[in-house]
Nanobody, 125 residues
Framework: QVQLVESGGGLVQAGGSLRLSCAAS????????MGWFRQAPGKEREFVASISYSGYITYYANSVKGRFTISRDNAKNTVWLQMNSLKTEDTAVYYC??????????????????WGRGTQVTVSS
């Protein structure tokens, strides 16, 4: 059973940066593809970025491509989401998620079985 804890959210002005962290425990982190999703008030949860368990393959939503970077350190059981050039529309609760072992990275939230509780990101104008 994998437990995930997000951190690093907060309030930032438009154009600023934040770095989210997701610390994993209770499993073999290096075998899990990881993803970041977000949910804004009144909206459905949406895909942000994902990374393969090796770290060599990444995917991004078009809305964040070129601004956000997902990365991981399997020795530290941690995945990060570096968010630059933030926009007000990036305001949401950001969730970290893990797939079952040795599954490919995916943009489909339904394919992730382990979720953190989320961290709030608020971008002001």
């Amino acid at each position: 059973q994998v437990q995930l804890v997000e951190s690093g959210g907060g309030l930032v002005q438009a154009g600023g940066s934040l770095r989210l962290s997701c610390a994993a425990s209770g499993g073999t982190f290096s075998s899990h593809a990881m993803g970041w999703f977000r949910q804004a008030p009144g909206k459905e949860r949406e895909f942000v970025a994902s990374i393969s368990y090796s770290g060599y393959i990444t995917y991004y939503a078009n809305s964040v491509k070129g601004r956000f970077t997902i990365s991981r350190d399997n020795a530290k059981n941690t995945v990060w989401l570096q968010m630059n050039s933030l926009k007000t529309e990036d305001t949401a609760v950001y969730y970290c998620a893990a797939r079952d072992p040795f599954r490919a990275a995916s943009s489909d939230a339904g394919q992730y079985n382990y979720w953190g509780r989320g961290t709030q990101v608020t971008v002001s104008s």
